[in-house]
């Protein structure tokens, strides 16, 4: 029989292994091989029960029942559930009102399905820079990029951080154009107590399976302010003949793990609080930031390096970060790059082949850029100096594995000459030298 279940127990942490030696350096690992892999998303007997008894009513309505729990959790106005995250960014962008041609202002830093979901609309996506400390969209960027043909702002909730949503919003309605999320990151995020998804014109949100918010296999869906709005949208898929229904399947998974979702909201925040107390005691490391009022979900949990901190202000951080990626790894922490080049570096919007023949972009000449990474400077430096955490701290991560995580962070901390060691002798280059990727 497949099981998830562990072989055993992982081990309470030990003091003494912090100061022990690294384990890249034939030490002891805090998280042994056998014992690093995380099970997401947890499925009980509530979500089996609940897909069999779905089974009794019809496909539609188990769709519409889901998506009416949902947006009332959210406190949107009107929802539209659909087949993927990119569906949905796409129908929010339609209802907008967004037609061919239109410009829509875009993060440099996002996963690439916003920029796509804009093409998707036959509009053009306008690539902005970001905020130094919240890494999400820069307001004054934005602000910068506005002409007579932007239709939308687009703003991302990184990793679950709610994007500065008052300056965009001041900014959408000075030059009357709509103000559209990617929330895809952003579960029960909120900003003084409102909640991602219910602060724009339009929202789009993935519901995909390795979502803090996960529905079984791919699915998404796409929140409204006005009535006209969700009928645009509802309409353009009727016209067209587009197949973006959401499975009942995804929606009667889904149906049971909301009831839940408060309850990994708690665990995230808990496990977050504790690796940040570790993190910004190690000198090295600092925790993401997050601007008062803001509640972020940690979707994924960016961990910014200060090499200067420990000596090591003489050498280019992006080979430090690269050298402490190494040492964390083989310590069992599975920390990452996540994206290594700004999205308009990536191959669809260096070719811009499009639909064929370069449209949409054909339609609005002027609002090409042939981009170079150098073009988004905070962006890359992020890039440079950053590792993620992507699904870490969410339930159903042990708390021991969360005090092991914490600790291999002060044990790689400790340890700048092994840092210094690694980068003397490697091969290391800038992220955006490498070939772009999304993961």
Known sequence: MITD?????????????VDAELAALGGGQMIPKDLRRSVFPVITKEDIFNMLLAQRVEPQQVVADFAESY?????????LPTASGTSSLHLALV????????????????????????VAAHAIPVFVDIDPRTYCMDPQAAAAAVNGRTKAIMPVHVHGLPADVPALRALAD???IALVEDASHAHSATIGGQVAGSFGDAAGQSLMADKNFPLGGE?????FKEAESYERAADYVRRHGIDYEMSWVAAA?????LKRLPYYDEIRARNAALLAEALDGTGLFLAPYVPEGHV???????????PEQIGLDDLPVWAVKEAVHELLVAEGVPAREWQ?????????????????????????PGAVRDHRPEDFPVTLAMLESTLVLCRELRSPVEYERALRYADAFRKVARRPDAIRKLVSEGDYRRPQEKAARLG
Request: net charge positive; with cysteine; proline share 12%.
């Open 71 to 79: 947006r009332r959790y959210v406190g949107a106005a009107h929802a």
């Open 296 to 306: 972020h979900a940690y979707n994924m949990y960016r961990v910014s390096l200060h």
């Open 95 to 118: 209802g907008a009102g967004v037609q061919p041609g239109d410009e829509v202002i875009v993060p440099a830093f996002t996963f690439i399905a916003t920029a796509q979901a804009v």
């Open 5 to 17: 279940f562990p072989n055993r127990p992982l081990p309470l942490p030990d003091p003494a292994d």
């Open 174 to 176: 000075r030059h009357g």
């Open 253 to 257: 998974f889904g149906a049971s793990q």
């Open 340 to 364: 290594n080049t700004p999205i308009p570096c990536h191959l669809p919007f260096r070719h811009r082949t499009g639909f064929g023949n370069g449209y949409p972009f054909t339609l609005n």
């Open 219 to 223: 699915g998404g869906i796409a929140f």
